[in-house]
Antibody, heavy 125, light 106 residues
């Protein structure tokens, strides 16, 4: 059974930093890209970032480029999202999502077939 | 690519059929269009990918169709658990989601 478990969410002041983790199990982790998708309270879904299966390439939404960094440790089956210079508009539930198609080097996602339950990030003073 | 979903809200009764639209601002590469269902407090669930392929375990009451810029999700014989919010996603380019359609009980 595929499982994705996010952790590291919480309350942070504007301008602060936070690192999210996504622990994965139930599939061949190093064969699939993994993404972060967020959802502001009461709003729709927004793709944030994707890292390739190899970890060698990544892509970002324009709204987070230069502030967020995605990484992965294939020995630990874990993906990270380092978030810096956080803004109030970054407040959201952050979901970790597995790519639906195995690809070693592609850094743009295909569709997302499995999702975690999400981690809430609140940016407020 | 901007995805526009319509209608914003669909009010229907159990047993009726629902037709949800997703229109793209430009052609979606290789019809890389997916549909998701999201219930309150839950993560989205994949229903359809590649415009018309049902995900594992999804009922055949859910049917995806369309190509280019116009895509449709049809839900036949609505059951109580189908009343939810539905999102489309294009992944032919930098991925974008539609704003969602809520299917509510009339």
């Amino acid at each position: 059974e595929v499982q994705l478990l996010e952790s590291g969410g919480g309350l942070v002041q504007p301008g602060g930093s936070l690192r999210l983790s996504c622990d994965a199990s139930g599939f061949t982790f190093d064969s699939y890209a993994v993404s972060w998708v967020r959802q502001a309270p009461g709003k729709g879904l927004e793709w944030v970032s994707t890292i390739s299966a190899s970890g060698g390439s990544a892509s970002y939404a324009g709204s987070v480029e230069g502030r967020f960094t995605i990484s992965r440790d294939n020995s630990k089956n874990t993906v990270y999202l380092q978030m810096k210079r956080l803004r109030a508009e970054d407040t959201a539930i952050y979901y970790c999502a597995k790519d639906g198609v195995g690809s070693w080097s592609r850094s743009l996602p295909y569709y997302f077939d499995y999702w975690g339950q999400g981690a809430l990030v609140t940016v407020s003073s | 690519i901007v995805l526009t979903q319509s209608p914003g809200t669909l009010s229907l009764s159990p047993g009726e059929s629902a037709t949800l639209s997703c229109r793209a601002s430009q052609s979606v590469t290789r019809n890389y269009l997916a549909w998701y269902q999201q219930k309150p407090g839950q993560a989205p669930r994949l229903l359809i990918y590649g415009s018309s392929s049902r995900a594992t375990g999804i009922s055949d009451r859910f049917r995806g169709s369309g190509s280019g810029t116009d895509f449709t999700l049809t839900i036949s014989r609505l059951e109580p658990e189908d009343f939810s919010v539905y999102y489309c996603l294009q992944y032919g380019d930098s991925p974008t989601f539609g704003q969602g359609t809520m299917v509510e009980v009339k």
